[in-house]
């Protein structure tokens, strides 16, 4: 290219003839908008946590932490980073007698969010944790979803765990896999059916462990008119200022 940019200078050429070139061969500016689960795909995947699990598999022990970790992933959407750092302190059983929940330190802007879990939430991590005490890899680990070696599983491991799951589902409906598959795809349709439903954006926004609603924006096309321009003004504001920069309240999920 400068090449050609000095032989202009020079008088010898009359101009670039690849000036246009590198505006052409540029690759398509990535689309930011979240991608999320089809209704069909999303439904199908809460109907393969709610299936018992073969007793007889030879990694029965992985696949019942798996699913206690799916659950929570789908019920909460939290991020890939918080759902892999999560303690065994982070998970609040009163043994039937409250609402067992789930304390999640923010990443950013929030500190401390307790997020109600369901019940079937709660018997998933309660049968995970029977089986992590038996076993000389998990039992000594404070990680809630430890890995093989009873550390934390990596990004990658999250993500293939996570990416054969929706594979699976979206093979067992008949329809094509999206383009990203992984937690964040579960966070984003996690999300927008709460907005969908009517959930204040607020709550959505405490909820995630955003700062503000400008964290959903991401997301916008894929809601109604009416969800989708109450985001477009909460987010017109000209402060920046968080929803609410203290201790999360509990929160249903």
């Not at 809630?144 to 093979?171: I, M, P, Y």
Request: proline share 7%; with cysteine; glycine share 6%.
């Amino acid at each position: 290219m400068r090449v050609y940019d000095h032989a202009v200078d020079k008088g010898v050429i009359p101009e670039n003839p690849i000036s246009t070139v590198s505006d052409k061969d540029k690759p398509p500016i990535e689309n930011p908008l979240g991608a999320i689960l089809s209704p069909r795909v999303w439904d199908r995947c809460i109907q393969m946590l709610d299936e018992p699990i073969d007793p007889e598999i030879a990694q029965r022990e992985i696949a019942v932490r798996n699913r206690a970790l799916l659950r929570v992933l789908f019920e909460l959407g939290l991020t890939p980073a918080e759902l892999r750092g999560l303690l065994e302190q982070a998970f609040v059983d009163k043994a039937g007698q409250q609402d067992a929940s789930i304390k999640v330190d923010g990443e950013s802007y929030t500190r401390v969010r307790e997020l109600l879990i369901s019940e079937h939430t709660r018997l998933g991590i309660v049968e995970w944790l029977r089986v992590k005490a038996t076993s000389p890899a998990h039992a000594a680990s404070e990680i809630l979803f430890s890995g093989k070696t009873g550390k934390v599983l990596t990004d990658e491991q999250l993500l293939n765990l996570v990416r054969a799951f929706l594979l699976k589902a979206c093979a067992s409906v008949g329809e094509a896999p999206p383009l990203r598959l992984g937690p964040q795809i579960v966070r984003n349709t996690l999300l927008v059916r709460l907005l969908r439903e009517g959930v204040h954006q607020d709550e959505v926004v405490l909820r995630a462990g955003l700062k503000n609603a400008k964290g959903l924006l991401h997301l916008r096309e894929h809601l109604p008119e009416g969800p989708r321009l109450k985001l477009a003004g909460a987010t017109k504001r000209k402060d920046d200022e968080p929803v609410e920069p203290e201790v999360r309240p509990l929160l249903r999920a």
